[in-house]
């Protein structure tokens, strides 16, 4: 899944070394390769679809970009969500949004999505920590293949849609599985199980 370089980089050097093809990601100061598999490209295809009808059925100062990176507060990372939602209006005030299509404010991030893979330490302890520092206001952990540890997905381990909130400065958590309707503050009227989520790594969604 990885392929970490030796040496630690700044967010500047990423910046300038970064291709155009392919996804990186630099963690704590080393460019990381993200080589994700089919069932998890499935699932955040699906979302991306299911979210962009959202923006479009209310007409949401919204976007959804490909391969836009999220600058962290400590300067040293910055990720490339599976799915990041992007407030249109606040792109003007991003110092580094027209050069290299990179957003650091929570203003500009009303959501993002990781969809968790073999790395999953990184979903929900890295970029947890990274995201709430930020202050991004919600966050959403789709573990469709049930990954995580236990102490986050429960014993036995299942698959699970975690939703994190921000409140007063901290994440708070509300978890969805099988037929439960996922609630989001970003898109308080979308119509979307966990298990419709979890489909779409069958292809069946």
Same mark, same amino acid.
């Given at each position: 899944m990885f392929q970490p370089l030796v040496e630690p980089i700044t967010f500047e050097e990423f910046i300038e070394w970064k291709p155009e093809n392919g996804r990186y990601e630099l963690h704590k100061g080393v460019i990381v390769e993200m080589? #994700?598999?089919? &069932?998890?490209?499935l699932v955040r295809a699906f979302l991306? /679809?299911?979210?962009?009808f959202e923006i479009r059925?209310?007409?949401?100062?919204?976007?959804? #970009?490909?391969?836009?990176?999220?600058k962290a507060v400590d300067k040293k990372s910055g990720y490339i969500p599976d799915v990041l939602v992007l407030n249109l209006t606040n792109l003007a005030n991003e110092p580094l949004w027209k050069k290299s299509s990179t957003v650091s404010q929570a203003e500009? $991030? =009303?959501?993002?999505v990781e969809?968790?893979?073999?790395?999953?330490?990184d979903d929900y302890f890295l970029k947890f920590g990274e995201y709430e520092e930020m202050g991004i206001s919600e966050y959403w952990i789709v573990d469709y293949a049930a990954?995580?540890?236990? /102490?986050? $997905?429960?014993? =036995?381990?299942? =698959?699970t849609v975690s939703v994190y909130t921000l409140v007063e400065g901290e994440y708070q958590i509300t978890q969805f599985?099988?037929? &439960? /309707? $996922?609630?989001?503050?970003?898109? #308080?009227e979308l119509d979307l199980t966990a298990e419709q989520v979890f489909q779409a790594a069958l292809g069946e969604a």
């Open positions: 080589q #994700p598999t089919g &069932d998890h490209e991306i /679809r299911e979210l962009n059925r209310f007409n949401l100062a919204y976007s959804i #970009p490909s391969q836009a990176l999220v500009s $991030i =009303p959501l993002i969809v968790v893979s073999t790395n999953w330490r990954l995580g540890g236990k /102490r986050f $997905i429960g014993n =036995p381990k299942q =698959p599985r099988g037929n &439960d /309707r $996922i609630e989001s503050l970003t898109f #308080p």
